[in-house]
């Protein structure tokens, strides 16, 4: 028996020490753990460089953190936490900014002690490459820049060595919130010039990992699909009142697992982590031990859209059918589990309250009316038709188709539910071959006109429903240039109008985002990239 | 020296043959993934304003407006020059993520084989020799536990009950605690540079990262390499030349280990290698679970975001290792078994 023994004798000892090596005391902390916040995240930063073609969500709000912009928008106080305030905007990279009576020219003034990150001053000439290239670059910059009127480099003037002119053809009221957004970052040109080649006049190939800003954190490990850690920059003049953030240290890690991500937080070893499970989060609001900050999204709206092009989701009455079947509030409670902003069961008939969008939409189930419309339509029997989303959004999502294949059963519309892989989805939206899906589309911008001219009108992707309503288009493109707020505001009326009546997309809600944080983390600001913002956060 | 000239030549032979096996699989995969539906460039472009302008861009920039034989031409030239591409998820040339992420990959298969070893083959072998008993009941009792739970439910449940409610493992995320910084990279086993750079304290972080999720996986394929130990032990037991070693009153010790051990020991070696294989590429499930940043992931994220070139390059290597693990495994043989060196 002894040779088995000593055989078992040694699984023993490796299950032993197995056991010796898990029960070990943790080592000590680092001693700046207070001072250090770290974020889990399922997704990952790809790119230091925001403007590059493929960057992550996440690659958006840490460049926020890293590169400073001209200006930058306020925030106000909601519910437990902050949002962005796109009405009021205050200087960042700049010191103060000055607008011309007839709302043509913008001026910049820099200010003296601003620095990069290498410790030289931040010049005219830097912010005049740096708006150059956000207009001119092969990178996601220009199409969103020309959403604020910002076409051309010869916009761009310097007047001196501390100030920069921006010139506008035409009175754009996005132009200076686009300088606010993610693409507008102000790099260390002469670092960025040294790495410039022949195919790549902007380099955005070596920024893509460095990183040559100017903002409140500096970037220390940067570890796609592993972690990014930063450190904070003690020479930061762009805080509110020239305050610098409260944590000298930020680890933002990739966790895929979103079960591990809320164990992480619960056992107080993570701090904060925006994309958790959305039927996790009430448990863990009831547990009382983490806090959670929850805001409706209120750049951002789900939809059922019907393809206008695809028969028979061309005939109004159709789509009208379909958004007097929807089973709302099922759906409201099945799929986000009631977390968010309604955007139906207005009691609105034919003009809304006022011109803000998106807002409730005066649809309500009535399966009655549904069955007269789609008689009405001619047909009476019913049709086949299919329904679409992404993989990605099936936990949200499969609860939702199903309640909307039962709704529409009942009104006589044979549903075929379509679970796709992101890569083939986007696809198939991009070439507008499907008929009925849903997704939640979202603006950086919330004014209504740059809604309207970005999700119902044009030929891209984002135009879900391909609506082509020449009404929409004229008016919208009428008040993106309206510097009137009482005529504008009749004008956002008179589009949201148009869209309750013809029901391009049936609007279902506003979901909200789930931030939970530790219960001494405190400050945390919903922005538009929907990204945590780190200099806004301090522990209490 | 005969017999080592002869491992030689067999192995140069084994790699020269398998040349055109791993072109067949590279071709394979690089049709596959174009067949696929879904456009890269459009996923990719999907910033809030990118139009058809960007798409058209980016789909030049990745090389997607040629025909596929081009673009395979192009390719196949790329892994000529040492090239795999860059992957669009995470912004880095392939073959370095790969070189990042295998090391990552092999630590934590190499340890759970370990582990599965060290438990299975006792088990197989006490189970072998008191075959019926409560022992083999108990033997087969945890092969079927371990091999019909998922490795991500009981990588969860490890999760909860070391980490979560016991608080005696260290947060499953990643090769090593972050407040602990990593040593100096010589082999990429973080556990080996840590102890090279006389780091004590990072190996101790980097092997306690080590212990949840390679026993996690040590747990699934218990069940192979503990049956087949007992299956192979059985019929070695019942040979003529045991019952000869036992009538020449041989300690049963060395009647066990040095005779029938050694030769039961070849099916569990083949078995070994192909649990390797497995494990390596297929513990994207573990991987997930505990943030581990190894190949298996990295290829699944790619995969799901129709990231051509990670994948290409994943199964490329995938099938590399292969190869090299069942030329090991013949050549261990030859060693195990003179009589296979001689055929």
Redesign the interface.
């Known amino acids: 028996m002894s040779g088995v023994a000593r055989i078992l004798g040694g699984g023993a000892a490796v299950s032993l020490s197995l056991a010796i090596l898990l029960s070990a005391a943790p080592h000590a902390a680092a001693q700046t753990r207070a001072e250090t916040l770290r974020q889990v995240t399922g997704n990952t930063v790809n790119t230091l460089d925001p403007t590059v073609p493929g960057s992550t969500r996440e690659a958006f709000g840490m460049s926020m953190n890293v590169y400073d912009r001209l200006v930058t928008f306020e925030r106000k106080a909601n519910g437990k936490g902050f949002i962005f305030d796109f009405d009021h905007m205050r200087p960042e990279l700049a010191k103060s900014f000055d607008i011309s009576p007839d709302g043509l020219t913008i001026t910049f003034h820099l200010r003296p002690d601003a620095t990069w990150h290498d410790g030289t001053p931040v010049t005219a000439e830097d912010v005049k490459w740096s708006l150059d290239r956000a207009v001119t670059a092969k990178s996601l910059g220009p199409p969103q820049m020309l959403t604020g009127s910002l076409t051309s480099a010869s916009q761009f003037t310097i007047i001196d060595p501390m100030t920069v002119q921006v010139k506008l053809d035409k009175p754009d009221r996005l132009a200076l919130p686009n300088l606010a957004t993610v693409y507008a970052i102000m790099v260390n040109s002469k670092v960025a010039k040294a790495h410039v080649t022949e195919d790549d006049p902007w380099a955005l190939q070596w920024l893509k990992e460095h990183e040559a800003g100017s903002g409140a954190y500096v970037v220390d490990v940067f570890k796609p699909g592993e972690q990014i850690v930063l450190h904070r920059n003690e020479a930061w003049k762009g805080g509110k009142d020239g305050t610098l953030p409260f944590f000298k240290r930020i680890i933002a890690q990739t966790v895929p697992e979103a079960a591990t991500r809320a164990n992480l937080l619960a056992r107080g070893d993570a701090d904060i982590a925006i994309d958790l499970q959305s039927s996790d989060v009430p448990e863990i609001e009831k547990s009382g031990k983490l806090k959670v900050v929850s805001t409706p999204q209120f750049n951002a709206f789900t939809v059922v859209a019907f393809n206008t092009r695809i028969p028979p989701y061309d005939n109004v009455k159709v789509r009208r059918a379909i958004a007097a079947a929807l089973p709302y509030e099922d759906m409201f409670k099945a799929a986000i589990f009631g977390r968010g902003a309604k955007l139906y069961g207005a009691d609105w008939t034919t003009t809304p309250p006022d011109g803000k969008f998106p807002q409730p939409m005066p649809e309500h189930t009535d399966l009655v009316a549904a069955k007269k419309l789609l008689t009405e339509a001619g047909f009476a029997e019913g049709f086949d038709t299919t329904f679409s989303y992404s993989v990605s959004t099936a936990q949200i999502n499969d609860p939702l188709a199903a309640l909307l294949k039962e709704s529409l059963g009942k009104i006589g519309i044979r549903v075929e539910i379509q679970k796709l892989p992101d890569a083939q989805m986007s696809t198939l939206v991009t070439e507008k071959k499907v008929a009925m899906f849903t997704d939640t589309p979202i603006s950086w911008m919330t004014s209504t006109d740059y809604f309207f001219r970005n999700f119902f009108t044009g030929d891209q992707r984002w135009n879900y429903s391909s609506w082509d309503n020449q009404d929409v288009v004229a008016t919208a493109q009428t008040a993106r240039f309206e510097p009137d707020p009482v005529k504008y505001e009749a004008l956002a009326k008179k589009l949201v109008a148009i869209t309750a009546d013809q029901v391009p997309e049936a609007f279902l809600w506003q979901p909200s985002q789930d931030a939970v944080m530790g219960p001494t983390v405190d400050g945390y600001t919903y922005w538009f990239h929907r990204q945590v913002d780190y200099r806004d956060l301090k522990r209490q | 020296m005969r017999k080592l000239a002869g491992i030689a030549r067999l192995a140069g032979q084994r790699l020269l043959s398998s040349l055109p096996a791993l072109l067949g699989v590279v071709v394979f995969t690089f049709v596959l993934m174009r067949v696929l ?4 460039a ?14 058209q ?2 789909r030049h ?1 990745m090389g997607l407006d040629r025909s596929i034989p081009v673009q395979l031409a192009f390719y196949l030239r790329d892994i000529g020059t040492g090239s795999f591409g860059r992957s ?5 040339p392939v073959l370095k ?1 790969l070189r ?1 992420r295998l090391p990552a990959s092999l630590e934590l298969t190499f340890t759970a084989l370990f ?1 599965a070893l ?2 299975a ?3 197989g ?2 189970a072998a ?1 008191n075959p019926g008993t409560a022992i083999d009941h108990a033997v087969r009792f945890l092969c079927t536990l371990g091999v019909c739970v998922p490795t991500f439910v009981s990588g ?1 449940l490890l ?2 009950v ?3 409610l016991a ?8 090769r090593i ?4 910084a990593p040593p100096p990279s010589l082999t990429g086993f973080l556990v080996i540079d840590s102890l090279l750079a006389g780091d004590a ?1 990072a190996a ?2 980097a ?2 990262q080590l ?2 999720p390679a ?1 996690t996986m040590a747990l699934f394929v218990l069940a192979p390499l503990a049956r087949m130990t007992r299956a192979s032990m059985l019929a070695v037991l019942g040979s003529d030349f045991i019952r000869t070693g036992r009538a020449m009153g041989l300690s ?6 040095v005779y029938a051990l050694r030769n039961a020991a070849l099916p569990v070696l083949t078995i070994a290698g192909i649990v390797f294989s497995t494990m390596l590429g297929a513990n994207v499930l573990v991987e ?4 581990w ?1 190894g190949v298996a ?2 290829a699944l ?1 790619a995969l ?3 990231d051509y070139a990670p994948v290409q390059g994943f199964v490329l290597l995938m099938a590399s290792i292969f190869v090299l693990v069942n030329l090991l495994v013949d050549v261990l043989y030859g060693l195990a078994d003179p009589r296979v060196a001689a055929a």
């Open positions: 539906p879904g456009d890269p459009v996923f990719f472009a999907s910033g809030p304003s990118a139009g058809q302008q960007e798409i861009d980016l920039q669009m998820t995470t912004g880095q993520d990042e582990i060290g438990l083959i006792p088990m072998v006490a020799l969860l999760i909860y070391f980490y979560y608080g005696i493992a260290p947060d499953p995320t990643g605690d972050v407040f602990t304290e101790a972080a092997l306690r212990v949840l026993a049963r010790s060395r009647i066990i280990v997930k679970v505990f943030s940043p992931a990295y994220d799901l975001a129709s």
